[in-house]
C-alpha cells in the first residue's frame, strides 16, 4: 500500500473549496474537510498548516517571485518599466497555477474577514519583497516604495479583472491594461 494517497492533496482542496461555498468559511472545519475528501487529519497535515492554508498555498512563494522578476528585468528599463515587466512575467506563471479555482477563492475571500486580513498581509509581503527589489535595481527608497505600492495596486486590479472574466484576456494581458489604465490617468492630470 503506497504511503501517500495518490491526488490526496487535490481532494482535500476540492472538498475545502465545496464546504466553504457551502457553509461558508468560518463555519467548516478541518474535520469536515477531511471527512468530505475520504482522508484522515493526518494526510491533510501532510499538505496544508490549516484551513486557511487550503486556499493559500504557495502564495507565500508570490513576494519572491516578483521580486526575483524585478531583479532578474533589463538593466536598460527604468523602474516602472522593470515593475512591469515583472507583473507580466508572473502574471503568466501565477494563472497556470491557479486558474480553475480563482473565482471561487475570490469568493471565498470577500466573505470572510480572517481571509481579507490574510490577503492585507500577503500583499504587505509583496509591496516589502518589491520594494526591496527596486531599490537592488538603484531605485531611490521613495521611488521604490511608491513604486512597490502602485505595482500591488496593478496587480489587485487586474487579478480581479481577470477573475471576473478569465475568457476575455490572459492574467498578462490584464497586467498590461491595468498599467497602461494607471499611465494614461496619470497623463490626463
Same mark, same amino acid.
Given at each position: 500500500?503506497?504511503?501517500?494517497?495518490?491526488?490526496?492533496?487535490?481532494?482535500?482542496?476540492?472538498?475545502?473549496?465545496?464546504?466553504?461555498?457551502?457553509?461558508?468559511?468560518?463555519?467548516? @472545519?478541518?474535520?469536515?474537510?477531511?471527512?468530505?475528501?475520504?482522508?484522515?487529519?493526518? @494526510?491533510?497535515?501532510?499538505?496544508?498548516?490549516?484551513?486557511?492554508?487550503?486556499?493559500?498555498?504557495?502564495? /507565500?512563494?508570490?513576494?519572491?517571485?516578483?521580486?526575483?522578476?524585478?531583479?532578474?528585468?533589463?538593466?536598460?528599463?527604468?523602474?516602472?518599466?522593470?515593475?512591469?515587466?515583472?507583473?507580466?512575467?508572473?502574471?503568466?506563471?501565477?494563472?497556470?497555477?491557479?486558474?480553475?479555482?480563482?473565482?471561487?477563492?475570490?469568493?471565498?475571500?470577500?466573505?470572510?474577514?480572517?481571509?481579507?486580513?490574510?490577503?492585507?498581509?500577503?500583499?504587505?509581503?509583496? @509591496?516589502?519583497?518589491?520594494?526591496?527589489?527596486?531599490?537592488?535595481?538603484?531605485?531611490?527608497?521613495?521611488?521604490?516604495?511608491?513604486?512597490?505600492?502602485?505595482?500591488?495596486?496593478?496587480?489587485?486590479?487586474?487579478?480581479?479583472?481577470?477573475? /471576473?472574466?478569465?475568457?476575455?484576456?490572459?492574467?498578462?494581458?490584464?497586467?498590461? /491594461?491595468?498599467?497602461?489604465?494607471?499611465?494614461?490617468?496619470?497623463?490626463?492630470?
Amino acid at each position: 500500500m503506497p504511503r501517500w494517497e495518490q491526488g490526496a492533496e487535490d481532494r482535500l482542496r476540492e472538498a475545502a473549496l465545496q464546504l466553504f461555498l457551502e457553509h461558508g468559511y468560518e463555519n467548516v @472545519t478541518v474535520a469536515q474537510i477531511t471527512e468530505r475528501a475520504g482522508l484522515t487529519r493526518r @494526510t491533510f497535515s501532510r499538505y496544508f498548516a490549516d484551513k486557511r492554508d487550503v486556499l493559500f498555498a504557495g502564495s /507565500e512563494r508570490l513576494p519572491g517571485a516578483l521580486a526575483e522578476a524585478v531583479e532578474n528585468a533589463d538593466a536598460a528599463l527604468t523602474p516602472f518599466q522593470a515593475l512591469r515587466t515583472a507583473l507580466e512575467q508572473v502574471g503568466e506563471m501565477l494563472a497556470d497555477r491557479v486558474a480553475p479555482h480563482a473565482a471561487q477563492r475570490q469568493a471565498i475571500a470577500k466573505g470572510s474577514a480572517e481571509l481579507q486580513e490574510r490577503e492585507l498581509t500577503k500583499f504587505a509581503a509583496i @509591496t516589502a519583497a518589491v520594494d526591496a527589489a527596486l531599490r537592488k535595481r538603484g531605485a531611490a527608497p521613495s521611488t521604490a516604495e511608491l513604486l512597490a505600492n502602485v505595482g500591488v495596486a496593478i496587480f489587485r486590479t487586474a487579478f480581479g479583472r481577470w477573475v /471576473e472574466h478569465p475568457d476575455a484576456a490572459t492574467l498578462p494581458d490584464r497586467m498590461r /491594461e491595468a498599467a497602461i489604465e494607471l499611465a494614461h490617468a496619470l497623463d490626463a492630470h
